[in-house]
Each structure stands twice: as C-alpha cells, then as structure tokens.
C-alpha cells in the first residue's frame, strides 16, 4: 500500500485546480473560511463551495479506492 503523502497526492488529482487550492489552504495550511476567501478576494460561500463539492468529489473515491 502507497505511503500517505503519495495517496493525498492522488486524491488530489481528481479535483480542480482551485478545488485542489481551496482543500489545501483549508485542511493543510489550516486556514480559517473566511481567511482564505480575504486572501483569494472571493466570497466566503465560494470557498465553502468548492470545499464542499471536492470533499463530495473525494468521497466517492475514498469509499470505493481503485484506479480513476
């Protein structure tokens, strides 16, 4: 089995670019909601979107791990 960095790397690719952005500013950097849409210059439910729709994304391939 692959170690945990190459796994979260895979993840990722199923996302887009700025699912991917908005996922590691959230959950790596440990950025706060409203932090990340100041910085971005968007609004905070944008943010809360594209976190919600790549963790929907992710979800479905983490329950059923296999080839994309």
């Not at 210059?41 to 944008?46: D, E, H, R, V």
Request: charged share 25%.
């Amino acid at each position: 089995m692959g170690s945990s960095a190459f796994e979260f790397h895979r993840w990722m690719t199923f996302l887009e670019p700025l699912e991917r952005e908005a996922l590691t500013l959230r959950f790596v950097e440990e950025w706060k909601y409203h932090e990340i849409a100041a910085v971005k210059a968007i609004p905070i439910g944008t943010v809360l979107w594209r976190v919600f729709n790549a963790q929907k994304k992710l979800a479905t391939h983490l329950k059923h791990p296999g080839p994309p």
